[in-house]
């Protein structure tokens, strides 16, 4: 059973920065994304960034294109999420999630089936 749980959500002023962390266990998957999404209060949750099984491929919705880094670190389990230059708007809950449907369609979040329990992250002005 695959179990994410995030960690290093908190209070941050705008134009600073944070880094989430997604410790993994119970992986057992050949091919996958390991991702990130948020979800602001009222809105849709929404693709942030994933990266391959591997951890070759990245991928980034636009808006945090340039300022956030997803990476992972395989000794440890953990995936992370660099956030830089945040913005008052970027206030959400952050979720960790794998697909291991591995299609192709890592923005999707209809694709991933495993989340973590999200992180709270509030970006003040």
């Known amino acids: 059973q695959v179990h994410l749980v995030e960690s290093g959500g908190g209070l941050v002023q705008a134009g600073g920065s944070l880094r989430l962390s997604c410790a993994i266990s119970?992986?057992?998957?050949?091919?996958?994304?390991l991702g990130w999404f948020r979800q602001a209060p009222g809105m849709e949750r929404e693709f942030v960034a994933t990266?391959?099984?591997?951890?070759?491929?990245?991928y980034y919705a636009d808006s945090v294109n340039g300022r956030f880094t997803i990476s992972r670190d395989n000794a440890k389990n953990t995936v992370y999420l660099q956030m830089n230059s945040l913005k008052t708007e970027e206030t959400a809950v952050y979720y960790c999630?794998?697909?291991?449907?591995?299609?192709?369609?890592?923005?999707?979040?209809?694709?991933?089936?495993?989340w973590g329990q999200g992180t709270q992250v509030t970006v003040s002005s």
């Open positions: 119970g992986l057992t998957f050949g091919s996958y994304y």
């Open positions: 990266l391959s099984w591997s951890g070759r491929n990245t």
């Open positions: 999630a794998l697909d291991a449907l591995y299609r192709g369609n890592y923005d999707r979040q209809e694709e991933y089936a495993y």
